[in-house]
T-cell receptor
């Protein structure tokens, strides 16, 4: 069965520091992978997605993620965090073909200290 | 920028009552979804809808749930007889494109409706 694990429930970083949010997936076939961000009172906004090709994917707001098949991981990174990046981040996996049901991880809540 | 909207933002109801959650997807999108997030838990898929019929549903989506696209713009989720455990944030999402591209099209999410069942 498909599943997504985000090992870190909460992460706190200082503004300007680098960030890496971890995501591991379990899926038998080629996964389609997504990172969404949710700010308070807002819906889920897509940061980036991976389907195939270059394993380093660039997204919005200066985020990037790297797909590593050997580690079943799709970690999200940002070289320098801004206070406005404080939010909850969700990793999700979708199935190739068909109707794109997304399976979400539990989320990582990011706090940013000034 | 087009966006998915949901009403109401917060709904409080008594156990056993029927509720209808409303969503207006992005106008040229073809696929529509409902997800829910119980407080402190994961976002869970409920149902997907394409071409005026359910295309996939989860085991959560039992006979108490139904979806409808009553006109060209709204997409609704009805819970016939609410239970305490239905309390959650319900998200609507939509994606465009064709059946062939459904897997790769971005799903755009609304801000959610928080349902509280007392």
């Amino acid at each position: 069965a498909q599943s997504v694990t985000q090992p870190d429930i909460h992460i706190t970083v200082s503004e300007g520091a680098s960030l890496e949010l971890r995501c591991n997936y379990s899926y038998g076939a080629t996964p389609y992978l997504f990172w969404y961000v949710q700010s308070p009172g807002q819906g889920l906004q897509l940061l980036l997605k991976y389907f195939s090709g270059d394993t380093l994917v660039q997204g919005i707001k200066g985020f990037e993620a790297e797909f590593k098949r050997s580690q079943s991981s799709f970690n999200l990174r940002k070289p320098s965090v801004h206070w406005s990046d404080a939010a909850e981040y969700f990793c999700a996996v979708g199935a190739a073909g068909g109707y794109n049901k997304l399976i979400f991880g539990a989320g990582t809540r990011l706090a940013v200290h000034p | 920028e087009p966006e998915v909207t949901q009403t109401p933002s917060h709904q409080v109801t008594q156990m056993g009552q029927e509720v209808i959650l409303r969503c207006v997807p992005i106008s040229n999108h073809l696929y529509f979804y409902w997800y829910r997030q119980i407080l402190g838990q994961k976002v869970e898929f409920l149902v997907s809808f394409y071409n005026n019929e359910i295309s996939e549903k989860s085991e959560i989506f039992d006979d108490q749930f139904s979806v409808e696209r009553p006109d060209g713009s709204n997409f609704t989720l009805k819970i016939r007889s609410t239970k305490l455990e239905d309390s959650a944030m319900y998200f609507c999402a939509s994606s465009g494109g064709s059946r062939e591209s459904a897997s790769t099209d971005t799903q755009y999410f609304g801000p959610g409706t928080r349902l509280t069942v007392l």
